[in-house]
Nanobody, 115 residues
Framework: VQLQASGGGSVQAGGSPRLSCAAS????????LGWYRQSPGKQRELVGI???????NYADSVKGRFTISRDNAKNTVYLQMNNLNAEDTGVYYC??????????WGQGTLVTVSS
């Protein structure tokens, strides 16, 4: 499984970029798709997940600002980020679980928020 993340870059505070993660295989049967991020000097943390049924959960720090969605037809999972602030700066990674015991990571895409 290969995952290609895109959509990162330099963003002004308050901006609303959308990250994409395209998978090399079908994601339709994957129960959990997720986005993580690693900010400077911090450990990688969960941003949010989306289930096969469309349910989602988010870290408290992004709840109400970020939205994860999935397009099974395009084998792509998205992360819509709104009202960014400096603390959202980091490398964002997508993660998929084709089977419960399997975990694959994308290469990461850097988001830098400037004021």
């Amino acid at each position: 499984v290969q995952l290609q993340a895109s959509g990162g870059g330099s963003v002004q505070a308050g901006g609303s970029p959308r990250l994409s993660c395209a998978a090399s295989v079908s994601i339709a049967g994957m129960s959990v798709l997720g986005w993580y991020r690693q900010s400077p000097g911090k450990q990688r943390e969960l941003v949010g997940i989306i289930t096969s049924g469309g349910g989602s959960n988010y870290a408290d720090s992004v709840k109400g600002r970020f939205t994860i969605s999935r397009d099974n037809a395009k084998n792509t999972v998205y992360l819509q980020m709104n009202n960014l602030n400096a603390e959202d700066t980091g490398v964002y990674y997508c993660n998929v679980h084709p089977r419960p015991w399997q975990s694959y990571w994308g290469q990461g895409t850097l988001v830098t928020v400037s004021s």
